[in-house]
């Protein structure tokens, strides 16, 4: 008879983001016939009672299991792939899973710098015989203005910015957002223009002034408004937002794709992880395994130049 | 073809060193600047430039800027710079203009190459302190400027395939584009910017055999929209650029007084890719040489310079 404590330890072993091995190792290989039998019964979550009296394994917990087991394959590719070929890859991902994946082609456009950027578009041709603008005019909705603009900045990166600009462009934000129809801010022309051609220390001062003279951030002000407030977050303060996604990641409801984001932010930003200091506490317990040990280290490692 | 000759082995040094010669003292001896500087191809400029600085630690451009004056200053520094910077001070000339010349934009986004264009970039925000597309952004307006924000940043596939599927509905878009000028200029823009230009070709071929002309002669006609004007030029741009350049080129020239800085753009631009076959196509569509034609409407140090560059044996 399986121990009750094998049977929590079991479920354990499932229950976080990765698996843990050590654990199902030492049960697994400890237990008999009977005990797998005990265990199955007493893993509800794991096993449903067939009709011909056997416990049969539950085929949604193999859908989930299979996830679980390839986090620690999908962190160790990530993370050895050139960033290019990376952020290549993700962008097409993205395109080819629809709207819900969209904030993946924004965060990779907004947060990598100008040649990183340029360096993906040039995997991109290399890996799918397309520019990613081409691919991007397929999806139909009307974020994709938006995107295509994103995927082709250039930003300048030096600093100097102009503070009249920025705070007449932050005005423009303002009565696009309050004054305007909000449905239509995908199709602003100026909003469009100034979020992707204009520097990231000018968007950032524009940031300023906008909160300086409205009383509330632009991020707020596009609360609900998807890929926008992305948009402004990446650029003017990806720290909120890697926060915010690595938070949704650990939350107890939070969805695969949710839990995917874990591995991408993690392996793609650890420099940052390590000074911002932005990975939510609760990561320590909820990750497991080798997934765990793989991350953390990932985290402890990030300012190895 | 290039027109430019050059030999193959020179002395930066010995360069420089003439360089300096003519420019030592009262006057400059324009006539030895440009028989290195006319004779020299884009490698060979820069380390000439490299070598002067070394020798005389002055900024060479510097020094023939002073020295030199007029069309002969403006194409001379034109003609040294690196092609990439030269883009960059080309678009940005166009850029601040009171009325921006947007074919130019057009001009250096879509007969470059996806990576010469990305060079112009870099070279641009070296410059300007501003990336290429913003301040085409700021300087523009309308469905202009949302054709030219999307030509500069543009960076194409460079291969070769080619979607027929894709070829053939996309030269039904532009016809209904253009037939009905009831332009859906989102669509016309998505795919002159983001389609690549081996593509683009199979789709204006698609064009001319499903409707037995092509599309550039189904665009001609009416001015005044300034849409329309860049409208075209991209699409001639893309399709023909050597017939487009010898269009400019005879417009140039045509014109009542000269318009030199098309001329000379033009001349500098290709003087080192396919300047000969512009000319080849510029003597059948005028039945004089282009040489003649720059020599009759040009003079002085600047024709000079014009004609070397126009692969006139010394």
Redesign the interface.
């Known amino acids: 008879m399986a121990l009750p404590v094998h049977i929590e330890a079991l479920d354990k072993a499932f229950s976080g983001i990765g698996v843990d091995e050590k654990s199902l190792i030492s049960i697994l290989t400890n237990s008999n016939e009977e005990h797998k039998r005990s265990l199955r019964k007493g893993s509800s979550k794991l096993f449903i009672e067939d009709e011909n009296g056997f416990e049969r394994w539950d085929q949604s917990s193999i859908k989930i299991l299979k996830h679980q087991f390839n986090r620690f394959r999908d962190a160790v590719v990530l993370s050895l792939l050139h960033p290019w070929e990376r952020d290549a890859r993700l962008i097409e991902k993205a395109i080819r899973k629809g709207p819900k994946h969209y904030n993946v082609i924004v965060e990779v456009a907004c947060t990598r710098s100008s040649d990183q950027l340029?360096g993906a578009?040039?995997a991109y041709?290399s890996l799918f015989?397309?520019?990613i603008?081409?691919h991007?005019?397929h999806i139909k909705g009307r974020e994709r203005?938006l995107l295509?603009?994103l995927v082709?900045?250039?930003?300048?990166?030096?600093t100097?910015v102009n503070e009249d600009v920025a705070k007449s462009e932050a005005q423009i934000l303002y009565e696009a957002i309050n004054n305007g129809d909000k449905n239509k801010l995908l199709d602003h022309?100026d909003a469009i223009?100034i979020l992707?051609?204009?520097?990231k220390q000018h968007l950032q001062a524009l940031y300023r002034h906008y909160s300086q003279s409205y009383g509330k951030t632009l991020a707020q002000d596009l609360e609900g408004e998807g890929i926008l407030k992305d948009t402004v977050e990446c650029l003017c303060t990806p720290q909120t937002y890697f926060t915010r996604v690595l938070e949704a990641a650990v939350k107890e409801d939070a969805d695969e794709e949710s839990k995917r984001a874990l591995t991408r932010v993690i392996v793609t930003q650890k420099e940052q992880l390590v000074q911002e200091g932005f990975v939510p506490n609760k990561i320590q317990d909820i990750l497991l395994g080798l997934y765990k040990d793989f991350l953390l280290a990932s985290i402890a490692s990030g300012d190895i130049k | 073809m290039a027109t430019l000759i050059a030999p193959e082995h020179t002395s930066a040094v010995e360069d420089a060193e003439k360089l300096q010669k003519a420019c030592k003292g009262w006057g400059t001896d324009e006539k030895a600047i440009i028989s290195v500087l006319g004779h020299r191809n884009a490698v060979q400029r820069k380390q000439i430039r490299l070598a002067y600085e070394d020798l005389y630690q002055e900024d060479l451009i510097k020094r023939l800027e002073s020295e030199l004056s007029g069309d002969f200053e403006k194409a001379v520094y034109r003609w040294i710079l690196d092609p990439a910077d030269r883009d960059a001070v080309l678009a940005n000339v166009a850029i601040k203009k009171l009325s921006p010349d947007h074919h130019v934009i057009v001009e250096i986004s879509c007969t470059r190459s996806p990576e010469e264009l990305l060079a112009v970039r870099r070279a641009y925000q070296a410059r300007y302190k501003h990336s290429l597309e913003e301040d085409v952004a700021a300087h523009t307006k309308g469905d202009t400027r949302k054709l030219l924000v999307s030509l500069v940043s543009a960076f194409r596939y460079d291969g070769e395939e080619i979607n027929t599927r894709v070829a053939n509905s996309e030269a039904k878009i532009l016809h209904e584009a253009v037939k009905d000028k009831e332009f859906n200029h989102e669509e016309i823009i998505r795919i002159l910017s983001t389609r690549s230009k081996m593509q683009l070709m199979a789709t204006f071929n698609r064009y001319r055999d499903d409707h037995g002309t092509t599309i550039t002669k189904n665009l001609e006609g009416d001015s005044g929209d300034e849409f329309l004007k860049t409208l075209r030029a991209t699409i001639r741009c893309l399709n023909d650029p050597k017939k487009y350049f010898e269009k400019v080129l005879r417009n140039s020239i045509r014109r009542v007084g000269t318009d030199e800085d098309a001329l000379t753009r033009v001349i500098v631009t290709r003087a080192e890719k396919d300047l000969k076959d512009i000319k080849e196509l510029y003597y059948k569509r005028n039945s004089v040489s282009l040489d003649q034609a720059v020599a009759k409407d040009t003079s002085g140090d600047y024709k000079a310079l014009l004609l070397t560059l126009l692969g006139k044996e010394d």
């Not at chain 1, 992707?196 to 520097?199: P, W």
């Open positions: 340029l578009r040039k041709h015989h397309h520019s603008e081409e991007l005019t203005k295509v603009a082709s900045a250039y930003r300048y990166e030096g100097g022309e223009m992707a051609t204009r520097s």
